[in-house]
């Protein structure tokens, strides 16, 4: 599974961040760092989801 932030949509709200600070790390301005596919540790895919459910502008897209 893999994981990217569509970063002209991302607006700093952080819900991502809270799902799993390891998974959606954020920029030094409190955006999403993850603007580019990142592979999804094991284990880690629930919190994936979850990040992604979580964002209110659904910028978050994951690839299984």
């Not at 990142?38 to 994951?62: F, H, K, M, W, Y």
Request: aromatic share 4%; with cysteine.
């Amino acid at each position: 599974m893999r994981i990217k932030v569509d970063s002209s949509k991302c607006q700093g709200h952080a819900l991502c961040n809270a799902a799993n600070e390891e998974l959606f790390p954020l920029d030094e301005e409190g955006y999403s760092a993850v603007t580019s596919w990142t592979e999804v540790p094991a284990g880690l895919e629930e919190d994936a989801r979850l990040g992604q459910a979580s964002c209110p502008e659904r910028a978050i897209e994951i690839e299984d």
